[in-house]
């Protein structure tokens, strides 16, 4: 079971870069059903974590999606979810234990949505997890969301930073500074892509200087399906 796990490992040593391990803790996971690209029903979640528990995962945080222009959630029916599947995962004999989070999408409505405590904190760390834009540019308002999130009493965990062009580029090593300076944690992808191997590709270069730096607060599966990769597929055009 989970050779893929073992796969994973065996590339990675390759490269003669440790391989980055799932924590006991897993920030960063779309379990809950039918509420965004990730888990498409009950069954389908209870894969998700039974795989996560082989794995060794102890505690899953469920950070769905809440992006407007995609997914349009709010924190009252993601907690009804949540409920329903906590409950069924109990049932089924799976041990391993589920809180809610959520992965806010940075556009120009959170703040908004920060300022009316419209956000999914986890942890004792009270970490409300976000994500941003991909590519080159540096997003509009990364850093006002950062301070008010400060402000109340969060602590901001960027997901995936190794996918953020804007902060592989260049300018990124300063950028990754000033968002240290800023109190903002870092949340990086151990899935089996290939091109998250530290060491390998340009995500994987930067997720090991991430980590010779110490950069690298928490680890998440972002799992959205049961599979090798976790990743939600496309439907066909
Ligand atoms: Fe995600």
Redesign the pocket.
Known sequence: MLSWLGWSRRKQDSQGEAPLELRPRDC???VIPGVDD?SRNLPESLEMLALLQAAGVERIIA?P?IFPARFPNEPEPLRVAFDELRAAAATSGLSVELELGA?HYLDDTLLERIANERVICFGPERYVLF?TFTGAEVPAGLFEVCAALGQRGYTPLM??VERYGYLRGSAGRELVEDLRCAGVRFQVNRTVGRANLPGVGPRGTFIAWLRRRGYIDEV?S?L?RPTADGRPVEPAA
């Open positions: 960063h996971s779309h990730g950070t999606h992965e994500e997901a995936h998440g972002d959205h």
